[in-house]
RNA sequence: GGUACCGUGGCCGAGUGGCUAGGCCGAGGUCUGCAAAACCUCUUACAGCAGUUCGAAUCUGCUCGGUACCUCCA
C-alpha cells in the first residue's frame, strides 16, 4: 500500500471526506452503467473515463479494487406513469429484431468505445436480464418488510411510509413536500397510492417483449430495482464508493438508497460519488436534445461542429483537463488545444528515456512527485495533477537542451512518476504506434543523406526532403545533436 | 413555478480571504542556413453593484445572465 490521504467529496454530504474503506486494503465500488437501447455517445464516455481514472488510482494506491458496472439491457419505462412500452422493446419491433439483439448490439458498441478511449473493462459488468431473480427475490424482503404493496400484478414502493421513518431525499437535500408539489396528482385509474411511489415490479401487457415470470405474475422490473439488487449481491448491503451522473442523483440513486434501506436497513454506499455532465454551448450533450456526439462523429470530424476528427486519447486527455464534478464545455477550440497539450505531454514522455544525467539537479523532483500526488488525493484532481506534470514536461524538455540538470535518483524518480501517472493512472497511451526498427532505420538512412546535403550547403535538396517527409507525416526537428523526427 | 449550482484573461479550465494554476492561442527573444521543436520573457483575469475586512476574484446581500434537476438520460 502507498500511504496516502486520499479525500473524495461525498455527495450524501456534501462535503470532502477522508477516505476510509470499511475493509482495510480493499475498495467495492459500483458505477451505474449504460443502457443498451442505442450508441452510447460522449457524455456517457466522459462519466466512465471518469470512473477509470478512479478505479485507476484506487488501484495504484494499492486497493484490492472491485468495480462493478452493469449493463442495463431489460429497458426501462418511457414515462413516470410506468405505462407506454420498454424503450428496448420499442426499438426491436420497429427495427424487427429481438429485443436481445439489440442489447447485443449495442453492448457491443459501449466495449468497444470504452476499449478506444483505454477504459479498463470492470471487474464484474452485470446485466439486468441476468439478475431478475434477485430483484424478484428484493422485492419479496421490501414487501415482507412492509414498504412495498401489490397493485394489478404491479409492485409500488411506498415512499410516503419510507420517507417517515427515513430521509428518503437524504442524497439531494430536496424537501419532499417540493418534491411532491413537483409531482402531478394521481388520476382515478392509478394504481399508486402515493405520489412519489416508484414500481419494482410493473406486470406486462401482453405485446410486452420482455417479460418475466413472478409471484405477482408475468412482468419486469422497475427502473431502479437492477442496481439495488446486482450492487448488494456483488459488493454487499454495504459498500464504499457508488457512482454515476449527477443526474443520477435525484431520482435513480434516491430510490436505489429507498429500496436498499427498505431491504437491509442499510445505506449502500459510504461514498457517493457524482460526475457532472458535458455540455456543448453551455447545454448538457443529451440523446433527447439532439446535440450528442458520437465517437466516430468525433474520430472523423464528420458532424457539424467540428472542423476535423481528434483522436480518442485527445478526448481522453480533454476531459482530464477538467475536475470530474465541473462541466465541461465541448468545442472546437479547446479540443485543438487539447490535441497540443496532449502531444507536448506525451513528446516529453518520449524524451525521458535519453535525457543526460548529472551529479545534481537544478529542480525539486520529489517535491513535483509530492505535489502530482496531493492533488490526485484531493478528490481526484486531474487537471491540477497535469498541470504538475507539465511543470515535469518543462524539466524533461530543459534538461534535454542542457540548460538544466537531473541527478540518476532524480531521473529515475520522473520516470517512474510520469510513467505511473501518464499511463497507468490517467490512461493516456501513445496512439501512433507504427514506429517500428525498419522505419527507423529508413528514416535514419534518408536523414544522413540530408545531412550530407546540407552539409554541403545543398538547402534546395535537404529543404525538399524535409518538405516532402512532412507531407507523409514525418516531421525533422534539426538539433545540436544531429537531426530527429516524429510522426504525426 | 420549485430546488440547486454556476458566471475566471481570445478559447478550455484549476484554485482561493493577502503569495504565478495549467493547456492552447498571441507578441518578443535564444537556438538555427531557413524552418520546426524546445526553452526564456511578456500580455495578469475573476459578471455588475453595495457591504464585511488592514486586505476579496475568494465571505455577505442584491441585481443581471446561464445551466441542471423536478419526466428516460452518464
Known amino acids: 500500500m502507498i500511504p496516502n490521504n486520499l479525500k473524495i467529496y461525498n455527495t450524501l454530504t456534501r462535503t470532502t471526506e ?20 442505442s450508441n452510447a455517445h460522449l457524455g456517457n464516455a466522459r462519466t466512465f473515463m471518469s470512473f477509470d481514472v478512479i478505479f485507476r488510482y484506487l488501484t495504484h494506491l494499492g486497493y484490492k479494487v472491485r468495480y462493478v458496472r452493469n449493463i442495463t439491457d431489460a429497458g426501462h419505462l418511457e414515462s413516470d406513469a410506468d405505462e407506454g412500452e420498454d424503450k428496448i422493446s420499442k426499438k426491436a419491433k420497429l427495427e424487427q429484431l429481438e429485443p436481445m439483439e439489440i442489447v447485443q448490439r449495442y453492448t457491443i458498441d459501449f466495449h468497444n468505445m470504452m476499449q478506444l478511449f483505454n477504459a479498463l473493462p470492470p471487474s464484474i459488468e452485470p446485466t439486468a436480464t441476468g439478475h431478475i431473480i434477485e430483484q424478484i427475490e428484493m422485492t419479496k424482503k421490501i414487501i415482507d418488510n412492509g414498504y ?16 417517515k421513518e427515513h430521509n428518503y431525499t437524504i ?13 402531478r396528482e394521481l388520476g382515478g385509474q392509478d394504481e399508486k397510492r402515493g405520489r412519489l411511489d416508484f414500481a419494482l415490479w410493473i406486470k406486462a401487457k401482453p405485446e410486452h417483449l420482455m417479460k418475466w415470470p413472478s409471484p405477482w405474475g408475468v412482468g419486469f422490473p422497475g427502473w431502479h430495482l437492477e442496481c439495488s439488487a446486482m450492487s448488494s449481491k456483488y459488493l454487499g448491503d454495504q459498500f464504499d464508493i457508488h457512482g454515476g451522473g449527477m443526474d443520477l442523483a435525484p431520482t435513480h440513486h434516491t430510490n436505489e ?12 454506499a459510504r461514498y457517493w460519488i457524482h460526475t457532472n455532465m458535458l455540455t456543448v454551448n ?17 474520430f472523423t470530424g464528420n458532424h457539424k461542429l467540428l472542423e476535423k476528427g481528434y483522436s480518442p486519447m485527445t478526448v481522453r486527455f480533454f476531459v482530464l483537463q477538467a475536475h470530474y464534478r465541473s462541466t465541461l464545455d465541448f468545442g472546437n477550440e479547446a479540443l485543438q488545444a487539447a490535441e497540443k497539450g496532449f502531444t507536448r505531454l506525451m513528446n516529453a514522455v518520449k524524451l525521458m528515456d535519453g535525457v543526460p544525467v548529472s551529479n545534481s539537479s537544478t529542480s525539486d523532483i520529489p517535491t513535483l512527485v509530492a505535489n502530482v500526488y496531493a492533488a490526485m488525493n484531493d478528490d481526484f484532481n486531474t487537471p491540477i495533477a497535469l498541470s504538475h506534470l507539465f511543470e515535469g514536461v518543462r524539466i524533461i524538455n530543459s534538461v534535454n537542451d542542457k540548460k538544466e540538470t537531473l541527478s540518476q535518483d532524480d ?13 497507468d493512472i490517467l490512461g493516456l497511451k501513445e496512439e501512433n504506434e507504427v514506429n517500428t526498427d525498419k522505419i527507423d532505420g529508413l528514416m535514419n538512412m ?5 545531412t550530407d546535403a546540407k552539409a554541403k550547403k545543398d538547402f534546395t535538396t535537404s529543404d525538399l526532403i524535409r518538405d516532402k517527409l512532412k507531407e507523409i507525416g514525418f516531421e525533422i526537428k534539426d538539433g545540436k545533436e544531429g537531426t530527429s523526427y516524429t510522426i504525426n
Open 18 to 37: 477522508k477516505f476510509e474503506p470499511l475493509h482495510t486494503g480493499h475498495v467495492g465500488m459500483y458505477v451505474c452503467g449504460p443502457t443498451v437501447y
Open 148 to 163: 412495498a404493496y401489490e397493485a394489478e400484478g404491479s409492485i409500488y414502493f411506498d415512499v410516503e411510509k419510507f420517507s
Open 171 to 183: 442524497l439531494t437535500g430536496r424537501k419532499l413536500e417540493d418534491l411532491m408539489n413537483g409531482t
Open 257 to 268: 438508497i429507498a429500496q436498499n434501506l427498505a431491504c437491509s436497513h442499510k445505506n449502500p
Open 282 to 298: 453551455g447545454q448538457k450533450m443529451s440523446k433527447s436534445l439532439g446535440n450528442s456526439f458520437l465517437p466516430h462523429e468525433l
Open 411 to 423: 531521473k529515475t524518480l520522473l520516470t517512474k512518476l510520469f510513467n505511473d501517472f501518464v499511463f
Open 446 to 450: 534518408i536523414l544522413d543523406v540530408r
